[in-house]
Antibody, heavy 120, light 107 residues
Framework: QVQLVQSGAEVKKPGASVKVSCKVS????????MHWVRQAPGEGLEWMGG????????VFADMFQGRVTVTDDTSTDTSYMELSSLRSEDTAVYYC?????????????WGQGTMVTVSS | DFQLTQSPSSLSASVGDRVTITCRAS??????VNWYQQSPGKAPRLLMF???ILQKGVPGRFTGSGSGTEFTLNITNLQPEDFATYFC?????????FGGGTKVEIK
């Protein structure tokens, strides 16, 4: 069974950047399209972007264009999401998620989440 | 901008009830709609994909339907573990938008 294990909680100051990692175990990152979803406290799910392996391109929600970078290190089966120019509204739990088993681009495997707090 | 609007945003129900959650798309989309369940403090769990295909391990009391711009998730014989928040999402298009969520609470 594939698992996604994310890095630990982060506290950052406004204007800084944060880099969250997501390590794949039990499978190969090179065969997965990894996406990133965030959830602010008490709010809903927000798709940020990810790497669409079928089309070989990174895709992002408009609101994150230019501020988020996703990279895959297939040698270590680890995906990274970096968000820059942090502001208080970026305080959220950040999840990595992927379509492993059904081929419908639905997220059947999720990481445990990484809490990112942005505070001065 | 593409949007998925869920209704209701919350509902109260009792164990054994049937509930229906609706997800409306701002434009016609293929049947690539997914449904997730999220309990407090946990990562979301995939329930349904392709609008009506049950994910492995999900009980059959969950059913999905719909096409075009309107999709529904039905839960029959509501169980205590079903009190959670439910989200719809579209696949295979950017952005992979989520609906705003429907919180199912105990009456």
């Amino acid at each position: 069974q594939v698992q996604l294990v994310q890095s630990g909680a982060e506290v950052k100051k406004p204007g800084a950047s944060v880099k969250v990692s997501c390590k794949v175990s039990g499978y190969t990152l090179a065969k997965l399209s990894m996406h990133w979803v965030r959830q602010a406290p008490g709010e809903g799910l927000e798709w940020m972007g990810g790497f669409d392996r079928v089309h070989g391109e990174a895709v992002f929600a408009d609101m994150f264009q230019g501020r988020v970078t996703v990279t895959d290190d297939t040698s270590t089966d680890t995906s990274y999401m970096e968000l820059s120019s942090l502001r208080s509204e970026d305080t959220a739990v950040y999840y990595c998620a992927t379509d492993w088993d059904q081929g419908y681009d639905a997220f059947d495997i999720w990481g445990q989440g990484t809490m990112v707090t942005v505070s001065s | 901008d593409f949007q998925l609007t869920q209704s209701p945003s919350s509902l109260s129900a009792s164990v054994g009830d049937r509930v229906t959650i609706t997800c409306r798309a701002s434009q016609r989309i293929p049947h690539y709609v997914n449904w997730y369940q999220q309990s407090p403090g946990k990562a979301p769990r995939l329930l349904m994909f392709g609008a009506s295909i049950l994910q492995k391990g999900v009980p059959g009391r969950f059913t999905g339907s719909g096409s075009g711009t309107e999709f529904t998730l039905n839960i029959t014989n509501l169980q205590p573990e079903d009190f959670a928040t439910y989200f719809c999402q579209r696949s295979f298009s950017t952005p992979r938008t989520f609906g705003g969520g429907t919180k199912v609470e105990i009456k």
